[in-house]
């Protein structure tokens, strides 16, 4: 185990002992393909899928029905997005998001609009929220999906779903929204009721990566969604290839651990998140990019001026992981989207750390955070002239 202080859950989280456990057995025991119907170890492994799809769908609060198991988030949303605009293109090609929204949605957008579609990006303003009216005077009779991210990936702040669902549904127009971020720190049963779609990834919330779903509201007959992956027909056709027995279990045991002690890891998380903040924010002139606003109890977003981002960063990964920004996007040079969308200046948006705590931060890795970021913030500034001449 590395010896540096780990503030970096929003990227991914470390698999629960518990998860893998679960898992131990459906690799070399109850190893069968569950789609191999004629002898025993096939009927094990559809038996353990079957059981784990009504344990999650148990506490999420859904049917079993709604739910296709993918890759994880990133299939997920482009399963939804290029399946939608696929079977309503009849109706209209015009979608809607948000200049905010993961790297997935926006790039999976991109893509759309080369074919064909027509995407209108809107604006969030310095809270990090869209605005209802303007949403409501871009809806028009052709828009066939509105996809809004539920919590964001790098500042934790909350969008208004119940609002946003009521214009969209009175417009005749689908809801997507990416609540990967919310799974295992927030209740999810109201808001899957208010969208049309949603997506989970497992390794956001203590269990095995490469595994995630899609949830699709009313899909009973399987039919609410054409397949992005074809091939053998498994999961009602509507996503193709064999279906991965270990993940699934782990994925469940995950969701059961984190909806079972959400209230008070909820209130754990932020009470620790706030100490965190409120260090940080001590540091000269730190500017705090989600305080005071609805957000994730685990996030923390803080900017600090006449810092290199970079140097900084680097500086830090010594001691300590934290990250400017969502993990996805780590190998671009400019600064955070999200931020840069909420107005933020770039030069500031650059000197920039998300910190996101999780199941095993304690009160002394935030104590230990504070100081090193202190520091090193101090040593940066130190070799910058403008910090002199402020």
Known sequence: MYSQLYFDYNATTPCAKEVVESMLPHFHEDFGNPSSSHHPYGWLAKSAVEDAT??????????????????????????????????????????????????????????????GFEISYLDVNPDGLISLETLNKTLRPDTILVSVLYANNETGIIQPLEDISKLVHENGSLLFSDTTQALGKLDLKEV?????????????????????????????????????????????????????????????????????NLDSEKKRLGQLRNQLESGLREIEMAISNNANRERLANTVHVSFPFVDGANLLTALSRQIAVS?????????????????????ERSLAYASLRLSIGRYTTQKDIKNAVEIITKEVAKQREANILWERR
């Open 54 to 115: 009504l344990s999650i769908a148990k506490n999420l609060g859904v049917s079993p029905s709604s739910l296709i198991y993918t890759s994880g988030s990133t299939e997920s949303i482009n399963m939804v997005l290029k399946g939608v605009a696929r079977k309503m293109q009849s109706k209209g090609k015009h979608i809607i998001t948000t200049k905010a929204e993961h790297k997935a949605v926006l790039d999976t957008c991109a893509f759309l609009e080369e074919d």
């Open 192 to 260: 899957l009721n208010q969208v049309d779609f949603a997506c989970f990834s497992a390794h956001k919330v203590y269990g095995p990566k490469g595994i995630g779903l899609v949830y699709i509201k009313d899909n009973e007959n399987g039919d609410s969604l054409p397949s992005l992956i074809q091939g053998g027909g498994q999961q009602k056709r509507q996503r193709g290839g064999t279906i991965n027995t270990p993940l699934i279990v782990g994925f469940a045991k995950a969701i059961e651990l984190a909806i079972n």
């Open 324 to 344: 400017n920004g969502s993990a996805c996007n780590s190998a671009s040079v400019e600064p955070s989207h999200v931020l840069t969308a909420m107005g933020v």
